[in-house]
Structure formats: structure tokens, C-alpha cells
């Protein structure tokens, strides 16, 4: 799998570095608040916001950003799922600004971070989210994830409402 992937619309996919993280911050930030999610129980206040290379260094862990122009606009990655089993990992912290939606940033980010939950081992992935991110729930349903009715492991995102699950 190469390190990044360039579409036709100027977007290049990539494995996060250390210059990422304030930006990706900025971008979490930024996003949830627009879907109603900034407060307690839900990701934009976990600690790993603050130092997302460090969190996806971590073993069984990748972060990818997409740049625009040069402009990291988004990312999303896999982590073992917290208080989950050994076969499941999670897809955590998928954002992207308004101005990078509807142009496959998504579906790439989805496909690089699968194939590395694959590469890794996972047998499972699972990913919760909030009533309301509609157009994030129809691409994990394209891609092949399923409703389950119970959040899984310890997250911490109380606040989320839908939950998700693939077969890896």
C-alpha cells in the first residue's frame, strides 16, 4: 500500500506527521460542534485530540490526513477498540471541514484506514456516531458496516447514538 494516494482533485491522502496535529485539532473542533457534539461524552474532548500522532503511533493504531492544495482539510483513523477485544478495532476521529465533503476524501480515508485494520490483524471494526451525521452514516453503510443496537468497549462517548459494525 503506498504511504499516499493522490486523486484527480487534488487531494492527497497520507499518514499523519507531527506537523498535523494543531491542524487536526482545529479540524475536530471545528466539525463536531457543527453536528451538535461538543459536549461531555462525546471524542473532541478526548486528550489524544491534542497529540494525534503520538495516540496513532501507538501499536495497531494509523491516522491518515487529507490535504487539499497543500491544506490538511480532514482525517480519520483505526486504534484497538478501548475495552474491546483483541479482534476488534474501532474507526475513530473521521473528520472533514465542509470544504473537503462530496469529494471522495471520505471514501479513501475509509478504504486506507480498513486495509490497515486489516493489515493489523482486526477481525472486526466497529464505530459509533450521532443521529444526524447522515451523509457520514450512508458512507459507513457503502462500505460495508452495520447498524448494532449497543455501544462495544469502554470509549467514553456516551454521547453517541448509533453504533456501528463490520467483518473485516
Known amino acids: 500500500m503506498p504511504d499516499a494516494f ?3 482533485n487534488a487531494l492527497l491522502v497520507r ?16 466539525v463536531m460542534p457543527e453536528f ?5 461524552g462525546f471524542a473532541i474532548n478526548d486528550p489524544e485530540v491534542d497529540w494525534m500522532t503520538r495516540a496513532y503511533a501507538a501499536p495497531r493504531s494509523a491516522y491518515f490526513v487529507v490535504e487539499r492544495d497543500g491544506v490538511v482539510e480532514g ?14 478495532c474501532e474507526l475513530r476521529k473521521m473528520y472533514f471541514l465542509r470544504s473537503l465533503r462530496g469529494l471522495g476524501a471520505g471514501a479513501e480515508v475509509m478504504r486506507r484506514s480498513l486495509d490497515a485494520a486489516r493489515a493489523f490483524g482486526f477481525k472486526q471494526c466497529y464505530l459509533e456516531t450521532l443521529s444526524g451525521m447522515d451523509a457520514a452514516m ?21 454521547g453517541c447514538n448509533t453504533f456501528y459494525l463490520m467483518e473485516l
Do not use: N, W
Not at 499518514?15 to 471545528?30: F, G, H, S, V
Not at 451538535?36 to 461531555?40: D, N, R
Not at 482525517?75 to 476488534?88: H, K, M, Q
Open 6 to 8: 493522490r486523486s484527480t
Open 75 to 88: 482525517g480519520g483513523g483505526v486504534a484497538p477498540l478501548e475495552g474491546g477485544d483483541a479482534d476488534t
Open 138 to 158: 450512508k458512507l459507513y453503510e457503502r462500505s460495508g458496516f452495520r447498524r448494532i443496537d449497543a455501544p462495544m468497549g469502554a470509549t467514553g462517548h456516551g
Open 36 to 40: 451538535g457534539a461538543s459536549g461531555s
Open 15 to 30: 499518514p499523519i506527521e507531527t506537523r498535523d496535529d494543531a491542524r487536526i485539532a482545529e479540524i475536530i473542533r471545528t
